[in-house]
């Protein structure tokens, strides 16, 4: 059996610890013969492909990023995409399924073409860590760890201007970073999708921190809203899958917490520093066990299924499961964190 292997939307540590886990159990224990679409489904819609043999994914687990590359290419746009241009093209080159390794877009696609017939299973990822039916993407814990380490420089540079500092994470929907690495930093305030805040609340809290001689600390995911806003601040158009591209709040929130308390207020966006870099020793597991079980899906052909961890094992789950529900930080969860804030 021949396979594709593709890494599709954003970058995150661990995609190259997937790809190998997945090439080394195939060739070793099945026989398996494996390529990669290049680009993400780019390479799948324009047959863009380099040979993966087991010396191609040598020493590449501690890796960041992707060796196949990456876009957020739609496979259903263009003049070759479709699920029978894109199943023309499979057979041509002698494909026979896919093991597609993304997250929300990415896998939303590939349920779309398996329902049209292609053999695709899927693996999760994301930094956001907001797929449902997984406990964890591989990715956040290297997200939440860059993060902390950035904010926590930022609490020194604060404390020495007697600033208040908001620092700015990933998070379109969900605010699993901005919660795990604002609790960890010790901020005084955290700002999540699934709650929002008024102005004048966060002024509280910064004005609480201050009054304690503290320099106040704001983390913010990027797609907060304050009780006054419609709409994640968004200033960067639409991506190809038709999402607003978000990013800036924190430079939006700064001069209203300014003007609010006094306290000269800067704020930091720390954007794509979150996905580079080398993936933890828990990424670098998990993605491995993750690749290792879509070999299980294909021999199996559990089509239209993604790998999942439930608790400490690995299982295998619908597309459908996944992508229903964003998985949102329970309420819970954020009020038990908001004891620590002002």
């Given at each position: 059996m021949k396979i594709g292997i593709l890494t599709s939307g954003g970058d995150c540590p661990g995609l190259n610890a997937v790809i190998r886990g997945a090439v080394l159990k195939g060739i070793k224990v099945h026989n398996q013969e494996f390529v990669g679409f290049l680009d993400g489904w780019r390479g799948v819609v324009d047959g863009d492909i380099i040979d993966l043999p087991r010396t191609s994914v040598r020493g590449i687990s501690k890796q960041g990023g992707t060796i196949l590359g990456t876009s957020r290419t739609n496979p259903f746009e263009g003049p070759n995409g479709g699920p029978e241009k894109i199943k023309a093209t499979m057979d041509r080159l002698g494909v026979?399924?896919?093991?597609?390794?993304?997250?929300?877009?990415?896998?939303?696609?590939?349920?779309?073409?398996?329902?049209?017939?292609?053999?695709?299973?899927?693996?999760?990822?994301?930094?956001?860590?907001?797929?449902?039916?997984?406990?964890?993407?591989?990715?956040?814990?290297?997200?939440?760890?860059?993060?902390?380490?950035?904010?926590?420089?930022?609490?020194?540079?604060?404390?020495?201007h007697h600033r208040c500092m908001v620092a700015e994470v990933m998070g379109r929907h969900v605010g699993w970073i901005a919660l795990h690495s604002g609790m960890a930093a010790g901020a005084h305030a955290i700002l999540i999708p699934e709650n929002p805040q008024s102005l004048d609340q966060i002024a509280e809290w910064v004005t609480q921190a201050r009054d304690r001689g503290r320099a106040p600390l704001v983390v913010v995911a990027e797609g907060f809203v304050t009780t006054d806003m419609e709409s994640p601040?968004?200033?960067?158009?639409?991506?190809?899958?038709?999402?607003?591209?978000?990013?800036?709040?924190?430079?939006?929130?700064?001069?209203?917490?300014?003007?609010?308390?006094?306290?000269?207020?800067?704020?930091?966006?720390?954007?794509?520093?979150?996905?580079?870099?080398?993936?933890?020793?828990?990424?670098?597991?998990?993605?491995?066990?993750?690749?290792m079980a879509a070999i299980d899906s294909v021999i199996d052909g559990l089509w239209g299924t993604m790998v999942a961890l439930h608790g400490t094992d690995i299982v295998h789950v619908g597309f459908e499961k996944a992508l229903d529900n964003l998985k949102t930080v329970p309420r819970h969860r954020y009020d038990e964190a908001s004891i620590l804030f002002g």
């Open positions: 026979d399924a896919i093991i597609a390794i993304g997250g929300e877009g990415t896998l939303a696609a590939a349920q779309r073409l398996t329902d049209a017939g292609l053999n695709i299973v899927g693996v999760p990822k994301t930094v956001d860590n907001d797929l449902d039916a997984t406990d964890y993407t591989f990715g956040f814990d290297t997200a939440v760890q860059i993060a902390t380490e950035a904010i926590d420089r930022l609490r020194t540079t604060g404390e020495s601040h968004s200033e960067r158009g639409l991506d190809a899958f038709g999402r607003p591209r978000l990013g800036g709040i924190g430079e939006l929130l700064a001069p209203e917490i300014e003007a609010r308390t006094g306290i000269e207020t800067r704020a930091t966006v720390l954007g794509h520093i979150q996905r580079g870099g080398v993936p933890t020793a828990y990424d670098r597991v998990l993605a491995t066990r993750l690749g």
